[in-house]
């Protein structure tokens, strides 16, 4: 398989990989204003602050899981394609959960997520098994057990929980903007300035080389793993506050979205390189890219062709730039 | 780096899978009577059936995972060779099954060619793929199934054939044949193998790695569109969102089937079996008139453990322990 037998064909230096991802900034900052300036200049109410809200609300949730995406993509575990399932059993859970007040919910629903997605990343890790069907089979389980619990109806909150305000505006803006905002700020420090960061990139870059260097490769991915299961959790609490109701087909494209959003942002397919940050500007083109098709009449397959064309193109280009290939 | 040695795949090699399917067809008839059902021909007969399209879907992939890649577009391409047969087989389904699988070949030809090109992760870029097949398949559609009027073409495919097979089943078992010897009669099965084994120094023995990793994304492609062709007529719809139900159905047939996660091993007999034993599977649900998620739950699980058993922890674990045995024998000592 690619994953395994991918190897630096040559040194990349830490200069190179300044510029490389200076260039690759450069270039999500490019498409953003480019997406922008196009929408605003061909379709009429795409520049208005009604639409900006709407951008950023479909951002927010995106954005959120796209920020645990970034660890495991920069750990060098590719990505994972249970997370739409993993946000929708979370929503399900925290609605249910409100049975034992807020703040138990709240705790519920991530210790749930992180389990969750936590055991599939200490599968890879101590195993070395492939990630993707790993996730896959793990996302057909989650569907199966929940659609079992639930008996297949919609899970909806206990009478009076006063949970609306994790949807409603908190000074004009609405409050999951707020919690997207502090996760990309918190998310960007761990991963740029802690120990655990750091490993996950030279992990990423080189994995026999973390070997080498003493990293626990178990640890690592099963930590880069539950972070991601602590942000689909987060979305999964955010998408049950807005939709007042859980159900398994609440999160549809969310899973390629998320990816979307990481690959967009420039991180490295193969791990090794990324950024929160940049992965929250990719979440904001792809949102904005979506909500352009949108309002212009595009259906959701329209959406979907835009997105994978997108996708194709920056993982080629990316790959391309890195000088890193499996020839 | 050396070429690990290429194996291959002749019945032989895939017993295991083969015993897994002699093992499910007994689970099939003996079980059932337990709970108060019985098995039929008719059992096998729609496992046949199933095997026809989702199978073909498995030898695809398989063929990309024996070069060492994956073709995570499999189930996107499935439903679209579906669609194009039934939006352009109107008049004639021979047109439809031309246009499906043709474009779907170069689809996968594409895609092949990026990978093999620019040594790209294969993942990543069928993904992209993906969402290109399903966006374009969603569009033809637009956005939901599309019924296939030509009901003549269902029955003619879906008649039953000494009880047990159909011209669909016949054509999917042909597909495998002609595989199976392709991979083991010409050189082209030794050149996959090695592909997959290690790439650079076949480079350099001269096996044309580029034009096989291209091909095997090409064939990938196109099975998959035959398979989804043959549902759509089958059952006269075309499905616009087949789901990720395909893929893992492929990815499990594949791996139960014996193909390494790792590549340079593996073959259609296997394949086969593997596709075989899931479909059994799933009518052995079926008999028993168990809930749909039941089906999902073992799925689910069989994936997760048939990864785990070819992770590369598992296989060197597994290659120790037989490395400890046979140095274990006693050897007699002279006197």
Redesign the interface.
Known sequence: ??????TPVTAVTPKARRSTSSRITLGVTIAAIVVLIIGTLTTDGFYSLANGKAILNAATIVGIIAIGMTYVVISGN??S?SVGVTAAVCAMTFLWALNYGMVAAIVITLAFGAIVIGLQGL?VG?????P???T??????Q???A??VSAGVSVYPPEGANYAWLAAPLFGIPFPVYVFIAMTIIGELVLKRSRFGRSLFLMGESPRAGRASGLSIATLTTGAFVVLGLCTAAAGILIGAFNQSGTLTATGTLT?DS?SAV?VGGTA??GGRGSVLRTAIGALVVSAIEDLLLIRGF???????????????V??LS??NSGR??? | MMIRRTERSGIGEARWPFFLTLLLAVVVVAVPPIFGHAASLFTFYNALQSTACLGLIALGLGLTMIVGEFDLSVASTYALGGMLAVKFGGGSPIVGLLIGVGACVIFGLVQGFIVARWGINSMAITLGGSLVALGITGTLGDNKSQSYENYDVGVLLNNPIVGLFSLRSLTAIAMFALVFLLMNLTKLGRGMRATGGGRRASRTAGVRVDAIITGSFGASAGLAALGGVLQSFGTATATSNPGLFPLIFAVTACLLGGVGLTGGRGGAWGIACGSLTLALLSEFFSTLAAAQYVSSLVTGSMLILVTVGASPLIIRTWRESRARRTTAVPVPSAI
């Open positions: 398989m690619s994953t395994a037998t991918v590719l990505f394609l599968l101590t195993t070395g098994a492939n993707i069907m790993v896959i089979g793990a996302g057909a389980l569907e199966a057990v659609t079992w390629v990816i690959l397919v193969i259906s959701t397959p329209v959406q979907l062709l835009v997105l994978g064309l997108i996708v194709s193109a993982v080629v790959q391309i290939s499996n020839r």
